[in-house]
């Protein structure tokens, strides 16, 4: 009968440990499903942040262009009043 108690008894610690072994497994995978929602909402943002700046960068190249070109119609009517004068 002692040896069936003593038995009984090595099996509720063994259950008592695997029960904590699950419960603490369980909190760090809440923890790394947290870290991982966190990380993904992180690069979404950031994503964001890439696109919009493309955009100015497209906008920006656009309007460098559009400088450029009437800085090259400056120069040559500058040219060609240079060369009429002369």
């Known amino acids: 009968m002692d040896a ?3 038995k009984m008894q090595a099996m509720k610690i063994d259950k008592d440990a695997a029960l904590e072994r699950a419960s ?3 909190q ?3 923890d790394a499903n947290l870290r991982a929602e966190k990380a993904e909402e992180e690069a979404r943002q950031l994503q964001k942040k ?3 700046v493309e955009n100015e960068l497209d906008q920006t190249q ?8 009437k800085l090259e119609e400056k120069n040559k009517a500058l040219q060609n009043r240079k060369y009429k004068t002369n």
């Open 28 to 30: 760090q995978a809440r």
């Open 62 to 69: 656009e309007a460098l262009t559009l400088v450029t070109g």
């Open 4 to 6: 069936i108690k003593k």
């Open 24 to 26: 603490l497994c369980e």
């Open 50 to 52: 890439i696109q919009t």
